[in-house]
Nanobody, 122 residues
């Protein structure tokens, strides 16, 4: 079993900051790309940011470039999302995602956290 557990969501005023964390645990051989997605009510789930295993490559949605920073600690199987200059339109449920192998002979699978609510008030 693999679990992704997010934390750090909450209510913040516009212009404020939050830091999300997501820790992966369970039967894990190797974690490749990790990322954050978000889903606002009535909308599809969209990529916010992702980071490769060694952290050498990151991708961001245009709407968060320059405000959000993704990072990871491979020793802790944890990915972070530092969110600065938050806007009301950032309000959504944020989901952690990991592409990982449970064993050395496994195929890469995609796993999701349960989601954490971020609400930005104007």
């Amino acid at each position: 079993q693999v679990q992704l557990v997010e934390s750090g969501g909450g209510l913040v005023q516009a212009g404020g900051s939050l830091r999300l964390s997501c820790a992966a645990s369970g039967s894990i051989f190797s974690i490749n790309t990790m990322g954050w997605y978000r889903q606002a009510p009535g909308k599809q789930r969209d990529l916010v940011a992702r980071i490769t295993k060694r952290g050498g490559s990151t991708n961001y949605a245009d709407s968060v470039k320059g405000r959000f920073i993704i990072s990871r600690d491979n020793a802790k199987n944890t990915v972070y999302l530092q969110m600065n200059s938050l806007k009301p339109e950032d309000t959504a449920v944020y989901y952690c995602n990991a592409l990982l192998l449970r064993t050395s002979w496994d195929y890469e699978g995609t796993y999701w956290g349960q989601g954490t609510q971020v609400t930005v008030s104007s």
